[in-house]
């Protein structure tokens, strides 16, 4: 996998994602959303979202998780990932 040309992607795609409204993506908890994206380089990406509770405890901000691989043996069971935090605002930390 290209690490570089995936964490791209992956920037993209979770920026994208993450425009959704904290409603949104509160309905999204425990429910993997599954794309997949062709790199310049003609590589076919997999991604997966996942949403939750970053303290189960308080319910309040949101954990925004993605992850993309290519599909190869290394990057299916290691896959890169990136996060980010939504508060109950929609503010991004």
Same mark, same amino acid.
């Given at each position: 996998?290209?690490?570089?040309?995936?964490?791209?992607?992956?920037?993209?795609?979770?920026?994208?994602?993450? =425009?959704?409204?904290?409603?949104?993506l509160?309905?999204? +908890? %425990?429910?993997?959303?599954?794309?997949?994206?062709?790199? !310049?380089?003609?590589?076919?990406?997999?991604?997966?979202?996942?949403v939750?509770?970053?303290?189960?405890? =308080?319910?309040?901000?949101?954990?925004?998780?993605?992850? +993309? %691989?290519?599909?190869?043996?290394?990057?299916?069971?290691? !896959?890169?990932?990136?996060?980010?935090?939504?508060?109950?605002?929609?503010?991004?930390?």
């Amino acid at each position: 996998m290209n690490k570089v040309e995936a964490e791209n992607i992956l920037v993209q795609q979770l920026a994208s994602f993450t =425009q959704r409204s904290y409603e949104d993506l509160v309905a999204m +908890i %425990d429910i993997s959303q599954v794309t997949q994206a062709k790199a !310049p380089s003609g590589c076919t990406y997999n991604i997966e979202f996942n949403v939750f509770y970053d303290d189960p405890h =308080q319910k309040q901000d949101l954990r925004i998780m993605g992850s +993309i %691989d290519d599909g190869g043996f290394g990057s299916s069971v290691c !896959p890169l990932t990136k996060d980010g935090i939504m508060k109950p605002t929609g503010e991004l930390v």
